[in-house]
């Protein structure tokens, strides 16, 4: 446990709630002895950790205050949750060992302590690891479920996995979101499992409803690196433009391990349906409420709730305000020991000014928990409807303050079951069982999950088999050899124009169907020695059938000599909703003589600077005739912005020796770089002993210049003007075709090339 500063232990209980999310969300990794001990573990270390915290922060610091509260509920829920997801996967494994066979109705009876779970587990590894615990430690709120309950968590946790995905076993990746002022942050938080460093973690949001949505922030966010074990929050900001928001946030994670590779997490769409966030309270008549209710278009809900019709009506009466309707008036009649209360509501929306009326009724037998109740809305905007019910009934169902209307956490609302008397965090209203239970039987809200307080958590899964690797050449974009997805292929190339390197990614659309949201995004490229100019991801509507898109990526070298890879990921969404991922091959830039420029000496000159230059060189062998790599060589060293300090020539007995040695100087840092070509060889043959030598200030320019240089000597070009030679060219000038040269207009044939 950590014993450091405050916002140390902050960080620290962050880490476990995150290791929380993460136990029991693969199954092929699932063994229930060490998922139950890290839930305790972790729970009880955090449990900690928080009284530490308690001790030290002042109640008047109301920003730190909120943050321990939202923490601590968080850290309940998600061990609530961890300890569900748990029950779900043992029950299946012992379903698929066949030790158990599900019956209708039967009831998986959950200990509520540690220490009478020992005595049935002291011969696994389970009670080596809870022992080290207090006896008083307590499990997660779940007392027991039946085997219906358990069938629905196992539905909707399934419902939203991407099946053709894996879940990653290497960074961990979960959103939130929450509303702040009017508007919406959506965060990732990355983890990452790794006992190693990754590094260039980009997130990038694909998709968001942009009819009622404007992103606030950039939708690309950028870590330079994530230290193993560590993690990391990037936040993105919404502004909605219309009352009612609802529709699907999609985001993606890449990143690059220490093997150089790139890998692409991806989150399952992040819901929002949203409506009363968005509604300020309007004061209305009777009168007009039910004008609203009788000349307006309207919806309604009828839902059985598990808790007292009275208890329902307290709740209603605390939420409906908090959810910017205005109380209009409240309604409880008892007749024959039956309930009968009704309650209304009027808003209208910020943006629009449309409005919103809601009428409540509750009924149910006085002494039990169970009652009905019929959500009704009318308004001016039917889209809102669906939105606003569902976060009524939501809001309603769920524990809270009866005086304040604070959410409870699974911890409170144990304490509360068993008899407990608790204070609110935030009003210091005394809680206690009778206030929400009227019978025998205690209240059980529809859903077993409930709310997280940093929002709902999105699922992540890594495409592994369905993430392809695209080939290209850096002179034209060709079809890539790797695996397809779906018919759509990504290709890539990059060149220099002028001073500027330009990056394309050609993204082409060979499926039958739309495909839309395509974002390319820029993971990685050498930050040392190139700027990216704008926006490091370009998002496309959409690419029509047979149709492509090609988005461009400017890069400004900041150094003399440039070196790395640029690696781009591209994702869209297929007609099915699902999300895909294509990696483009790493495009590796290697550049110095482009960016230089000539410097004028003399010989004299030339040798002295020399004399306080760092140098190095390489020998190799050509099969070309040494007279004409030299006469290449004389076009080509003016061609890599060389100025030729002096060429000299000579011949003895029948042995060709040429040296050529030129001098320029860096664009960006004016770093001095020299260079000598030395071509010997039996001038009647085709082999040539070349050495290259290069001389300079900045020992980082001379192995990239002696590759640059390689590479240019022994490639084809025309003897006149040195204007490269094409692939077609060459064949037909290999084939003993003449050629004219489409620059200078020279009749070029095979006997220039060989002797």
Known sequence: MVKGTTEELFHSIENRIIALRMIAVDEEDFVYETALTVVFRQNYDAKQEF???????????????????????????????????????????????????PKSGAVFDIPSNIKHTLSSISSTGLAIGLKELPSEETLPNVKSISSEDIEGVHASIESGVMTEASVSKDVFVFASLDMVGNRFVYKLTIKSCLETIITDVTSTIVAYPKECLHISSDYVKFQPRLEMGGFVNESFVFTPTKDCVEGNIVAVVSYVDHK???????????????????LQPYESSLDEYQDVFRGLVGGADKINLRWNASVILDKAQTVLPLMNFYLLDVQKDIVDDRIYGQIRGFALGKYTEKRVAVLIKVT????????????????????????????????????????????LNPDQVMEIEVGGVLTCRYCSHTLTLDL????????????LSGASAMGFE??????????????????????????????????RGCELVGAKFEYKVKVKNESKSVITNVAVTIVAYPRDCLTLVGSPAKVMSRVE???FRSPGFTFIPTKDCVRGGIVAAVTFIDYQDKT??????????????????????????FELSLQNFDGTSEEYELDWNPAVLFRRAEHFLPSRN??????????????????????????????????????????????SQVKVASFGTDEAMLPTTLEDLRKGIDSWVCLSCGAGLNATQVRKIKRNTVIECQHCGHSLNLTLYRK
């Open 51 to 101: 009284k530490r915290i308690a001790e030290r922060i002042s109640k008047s610091k109301a920003e730190t205050q909120n943050r321990f509260y939202q923490l601590d509920d968080e850290r309940s829920l998600q061990s609530r949750s961890a300890w569900l997801r748990i029950r779900r996967l043992k029950r299946k494994q012992m379903i698929q060992s066949r030790e158990y066979v």
């Open 260 to 278: 150089d590779e790139v890998h692409t997490v991806q989150i399952s769409p992040f819901v929002i349906r949203s409506v009363c966030d968005l």
């Open 364 to 407: 149910g037998a006085l002494d039990e928990d169970e009652c009905v109740a019929e959500v009704e809305v009318s308004g001016d905007d039917d889209a809102m409807f669906p939105t606003t019910m569902g976060e009524i009934a939501d809001k309603i169902d769920a524990w809270i303050c009866l005086q304040c209307g604070a959410r």
């Open 436 to 447: 929400y239970c009227r019978s025998d039987q205690k209240p059980r809200p529809r859903s």
């Open 458 to 491: 999105g699922v992540s899964t890594e495409l592994v088999d369905t993430a392809p690797v695209s080939t290209s050449t850096p002179q034209e974009m060709t079809h890539e050899s790797a695996m397809i997805i779906k018919g759509v292929s990504v290709l």
């Open 545 to 547: 059938i047979g149709g």
């Open 580 to 605: 895909h991922t294509i990696h483009a091959k790493p495009f590796t830039i290697r550049s110095v003589c482009d960016l230089l420029k000539p410097v004028k000496s003399t010989p004299k000159k």
């Open 642 to 687: 060389f100025y030729t300090i002096d060429a000299r020539v000579s011949v003895e007995e029948g042995i060709f020796r040429g040296t050529i040695r030129g001098y320029a100087e860096g664009k960006y840092t004016q770093s001095k770089v020299a260079v000598t070509i030395t071509i010997e060889g039996n001038e009647n043959e085709n082999t």
